[in-house]
């Protein structure tokens, strides 16, 4: 009992400056139910119990929102979670359906930031890559990337920068061309007998798919075919190939 | 007297006014038009204005078991974003410092790494997936909403000197106190390659960790 009431206090200055952080004064969002009812659950997850229904013609009060669900207080103050689903059936004070963003495959098609992470392998070695991009059109996009290769002779850093083109915004499926420039830095293990730091940089061309799944998310695949401009007589090839998961906004 | 007479004069004066403001009021209290025209517009609901608590971040410490270094404390700190009720993105960040081999205790004055290269470092991105949320019941008065979790990634540790492709897996028990703060115990086990003792081998390190987390 002691170890909750001092974990309540903890989060008793969180609860009193995020008052003042986001404004209290704001209008309360308010909504009708228009279906005949809607059921309320404990938490945010369809396997939370259902507790509670809220019958056609309530008001109810949308407090926050989590992923899918909605955290609504009716007039009696009691509170839980909503399906965002069921919240978009309600009317609000206008009589009009709730306008909530349910995110969808046209969301996706209509996207202007997209971030994901893609592993893979790097000529034979691992690799992990991070990406942030943004839409200029439908079909053409700019991409900033990170990515860190770690080989059995070496550790690997990149940065590159890389313009996308996709020829069918709106397919679920979609393919794309890239091509970019970057910088690499090659620093070998130790243990090896002559260690050679390197850096240089690289031109890159490669051709990926993107496959919307559902909500705000979309599996990404690429293979990467990169050109390491070095100092010496010859320049260096590498291909990669990579597959994550992404979001979008 | 001259009492009298102000009092008769004042008292119908008096009487006067109530029966001139009178009618007036009564009429007020019978018409239904308000004096003043609501001029409340119904609002329409705002998207914007509403609080959405997608992300969280998190700090936790715990004992990692670091193969042939003993086992130590560890610290660390991460960050989530929940995709959906089920699945989430995970970035995780953890410092620890190895210790002795038992060749070292048993030969005494000898090191097989420097302090710097003790220190152990690790970052990963994992994936995770809810699989049995939950409530649990404190006395009679609280029932908190929890999560079980298997979580899995892949990130790199940074030990020995040498950096390494590192998976990990794990899973994890996580209650949330309030819709916003959560607290979660959980175990991560670490693989990788290293070479730091001789020849290559897997590294297996264990990892139990308890957590606090906020969202936002």
Known sequence: ?249 | MENRTKHLFLTGFCLAQVMAFAPQVFAQERDDWPLIEPDVKPVPVNEALIDTENFEIGAFLGVINIEDFESSFIYGGKLTYHLSETFFFEAGIGFAEGGQTSFENLAGNVQVLTDSEREYRYYNINLGYNLLPGQAFFSENYAFNTNFYLIAGAGATDFGGDTRFTFNAGAGYQVLLTDSLAIDIGVRQHYYRIDVVGAEKTSMNTEIRTGLSVFF
């Open chain 1, 1 to 249: 009992m002691p170890i909750v009431i001092l974990l309540l206090m903890l989060c008793l200055p969180g609860m009193t400056w995020a008052g003042w952080l986001w404004g209290d004064d704001e209008p309360e969002q308010r909504v009708r139910v228009v279906e005949p009812f809607v059921v309320w659950r404990t938490g945010p997850a369809v396997g939370y119990p259902v507790f509670h229904s809220s019958e056609k013609g309530e008001w109810l009060t949308l407090l926050q929102r989590k992923t899918g669900w909605m955290k609504v207080r009716d007039k009696k103050g009691r509170e839980g979670w909503v399906a965002v689903a069921a919240i978009a059936q309600t009317q609000d004070a206008t009589g009009e359906n709730v306008n909530l963003s349910v995110p969808d495959m046209k969301a996706f098609s209509d996207r202007k930031f997209e971030a994901g992470i893609l592993m893979g392998e790097f000529e034979g070695s691992p690799v992990t890559a991070g990406y942030g991009g943004y839409w200029f059109t439908p079909n053409l996009a700019a991409e900033l990337w990170g990515s860190q290769v770690l080989g059995s002779a070496s550790e690997i850093l990149m940065v590159n920068a890389n313009i996308v083109h996709q020829p069918f915004p709106h397919w679920r499926v979609s393919p794309y061309f890239t091509l970019g420039v970057g910088h690499i830095w090659v620093d070998p293990k130790a243990t090896l007998a002559v260690p050679e730091e390197r850096d240089n940089t690289v031109g890159h061309a490669g051709l990926g798919l993107r496959a919307y799944i559902t909500e705000r998310y979309f599996i990404r695949a690429e293979f990467k075919d990169y050109k390491v401009f070095t100092s010496r007589s010859t320049n260096e090839e590498a291909t990669e190939w990579k597959i994550g998961l992404s979001i979008f906004f």
